[in-house]
């Protein structure tokens, strides 16, 4: 029982830092959409939009480290793990709408520039930059191991990145007089969002399509399983992902005509190197029999994987 507790009590600390992210992003997002309003200051306010995606990445987030938990049921065999995968796939929609909306503005604001208050855009700059910067810490021990909570990581990290640029360009607005830098500080948040956005899009999509799991090695698999004791050869393999970390393999395996005890230290010993070296513990091994299959072993080499 030690290991599925500390499993469901890391969930729920990953769902306290998402909540108290998602509470301070929201006050923030508020925070600065008044100020760039009042400060006429378009690189504030496509940075109030980028953080609105923010509060909604990181409440998507926790939708998904909910849901996540939850055992299988009679309909959810496999239980919920892809809720956090389309959670993330829609935050990364999400953000290449408003992206493209940044951009068409940035566009308009070239053309017809307008006088911006820099110190205003400094100082909220600065709180933006602290609040993204505490909420980054918060999840930075998640990202790794959970393409849910990356997403909103990352969506974290570009917002950071988006407050140094508005940091930068108010100093330029304030010694150069030039408003123009706006436009442009807007115009580079928005293509820094599109990507942020495109390697969640990627992944999230190879999930969701069941496609080979990021770094897994679909030969050196085959390649591992055929080096185990008394397996002659492997062949229609499917690898693919219920979740960001959870990955699951069907395939056949060619053995000799063996009793039923024998074959179960087969699937021991396949399933524990397929467990040690690539992290894949749902597993279905349907074996073949070399006798019962009524054909030699010279017409399974070569076999499609």
Same mark, same amino acid.
């Given at each position: 029982?030690?290991?599925?507790? !500390?499993?469901?009590?890391?969930?729920?600390?990953?769902?306290?830092?998402?909540?108290?992210?998602?509470?301070?992003?929201?006050?923030?997002?508020?925070?600065?959409? @008044?100020?760039?309003?009042?400060?006429?200051?378009?690189?504030?306010?496509?940075?109030?939009?980028?953080?609105?995606?923010? +509060?909604?990445?990181?409440?998507?987030?926790?939708?998904?480290v909910y849901y996540g938990r939850k055992p299988p049921d009679e309909t959810k065999t496999y239980g919920y793990h892809?809720?956090?995968?389309?959670?993330?796939?829609?935050? +990364?929609?999400?953000?290449?709408?408003?992206?493209?909306?940044?951009?068409?503005?940035?566009?308009?604001?070239?053309?017809?520039?307008?006088?911006?208050?820099?110190?205003?855009?400094?100082?909220?700059?600065?709180?933006?930059?602290?609040?993204?910067?505490?909420?980054?810490?918060? @999840?930075?021990?998640?990202?790794?191991?959970? %393409?849910?909570?990356?997403?909103?990581?990352? $969506?974290?990290?570009?917002? +950071? @990145?988006?407050? %140094?640029?508005?940091?930068? /360009?108010?100093?330029?607005?304030?010694?150069? /007089?030039?408003?123009?830098?706006?436009?442009?500080?807007?115009?580079? %948040?928005?293509?820094? %969002?599109?990507?942020?956005?495109?390697?969640?899009?990627?992944?999230?999509?190879?999930?969701?399509?069941?496609?080979?799991?990021?770094?897994?090695?679909?030969?050196?698999?085959?390649?591992?399983?055929?080096?185990?004791?008394?397996?002659?050869?492997?062949?229609?393999? $499917?690898?693919?992902? !219920?979740?960001?970390?959870?990955?699951?393999?069907?395939?056949?395996?060619?053995?000799?005509?063996?009793?039923?005890?024998?074959?179960?230290?087969?699937?021991?010993?396949?399933?524990?190197?397929?467990?040690?070296?690539?992290?894949?513990?749902?597993?279905?091994?349907?074996?073949?029999?070399?006798?019962?299959?009524?054909?030699?072993?010279?017409?399974?080499?070569?076999?499609?994987?």
């Open positions: 029982m030690k290991g599925p507790v !500390l499993h469901d009590h890391h969930h729920r600390d990953t769902g306290r830092a998402l909540i108290w992210s998602l509470v301070f992003t929201g006050l923030f997002v508020i925070v600065e959409a @008044l100020a760039g309003w009042s400060a006429h200051s378009l690189a504030l306010l496509s940075d109030a939009g980028h953080n609105f995606t923010d +509060a909604l990445a990181l409440l998507l987030a926790w939708f998904g892809r809720a956090g995968v389309l959670a993330a796939f829609v935050n +990364a929609l999400s953000l290449l709408i408003l992206s493209g909306y940044i951009l068409w503005e940035s566009y308009r604001r070239w053309r017809e520039p307008r006088q911006v208050d820099e110190s205003t855009m400094l100082v909220v700059a600065a709180v933006g930059l602290a609040v993204n910067a505490g909420v980054m810490w918060w @999840l930075r021990r998640e990202r790794g191991s959970d %393409i849910n909570v990356r997403s909103a990581w990352v $969506h974290m990290f570009g917002d +950071a @990145l988006g407050s %140094i640029g508005i940091i930068v /360009g108010a100093l330029v607005i304030r010694y150069t /007089g030039w408003d123009r830098v706006d436009p442009l500080l807007s115009a580079a %948040i928005g293509a820094l %969002i599109i990507w942020t956005a495109w390697d969640i899009i990627k992944e999230s999509l190879n999930i969701l399509l069941e496609g080979l799991p990021r770094g897994i090695d679909l030969t050196s698999v085959v390649a591992a399983m055929r080096e185990c004791s008394e397996v002659l050869d492997v062949h229609d393999v $499917h690898i693919w992902s !219920l979740g960001s970390s959870t990955h699951a393999l069907s395939c056949h395996v060619l053995i000799q005509d063996v009793p039923p005890s024998a074959s179960e230290s087969i699937l021991r010993g396949i399933n524990q190197v397929l467990a040690e070296r690539f992290h894949i513990h749902h597993t279905t091994v349907q074996f073949e029999h070399v006798n019962c299959a009524g054909c030699p072993i010279e017409n399974y080499k070569g076999a499609p994987l």
